[in-house]
Nanobody
Framework: VQLVESGGGMVQPGGSLRLSCAAS????????MGWRRQVPGKEREFVAA????????QYADSVKGRFTISRDNAKNTVYLQMNNLKPEDTAVYYC????????????????WGQGTQVTVST
C-alpha cells in the first residue's frame, strides 16, 4: 500500500497550490479519501474529504470556499486545489484513505501518506 503526496511548496499569501495523492496497493475506488494537516505541537486536523465517486465532498469551515477536493478513479489519484492561501494554512498535509462509505474526519484508521509541506509566507 502506498499513498504518495506531491505538490507542496512555498507560496505567498493569496497564492494557489494543487496537491496530489497517488494511491496504489488497495481498492481506491471503494475508499473515501481525505486530506488532513498538522503543524508542530498540534493535533492533525481535518481539511477535506470526498466520497467514492466524487459525488459528495466535505470541508473544514476554515477552508470552505477556498479549497476544492477532487478525485480521478482512473488514475487512483485524489487532489486538493488550494486557492487564496493564508499563513494559517501552513502545515504538513497528509492524504488518508478509509475503507468506509463515509469519511470519519477524526478517524485514525486507514492508510496514510508521508505528508507534503505547505508554507504560506511573504
Amino acid at each position: 500500500v502506498q499513498l504518495v503526496e506531491s505538490g507542496g511548496g512555498m507560496v505567498q499569501p493569496g497564492g494557489s497550490l494543487r496537491l496530489s495523492c497517488a494511491a496504489s496497493g488497495f481498492n481506491f475506488n471503494t475508499s473515501t479519501m481525505g486530506w488532513r494537516r498538522q503543524v508542530p505541537g498540534k493535533e492533525r486536523e481535518f481539511v477535506a474529504a470526498i466520497s467514492w465517486y466524487g459525488t459528495h465532498a466535505q470541508y473544514a469551515d476554515s477552508v470552505k470556499g477556498r479549497f476544492t477536493i477532487s478525485r480521478d478513479n482512473a488514475k487512483n489519484t485524489v487532489y486538493l486545489q488550494m486557492n487564496n492561501l493564508k499563513p494559517e494554512d501552513t502545515a504538513v498535509y497528509y492524504c488518508n484513505a478509509q475503507s468506509s462509505s463515509s469519511y470519519d474526519p477524526n478517524g485514525q484508521l486507514g492508510f496514510w501518506g508521508q505528508g507534503t509541506q505547505v508554507t504560506v509566507s511573504t
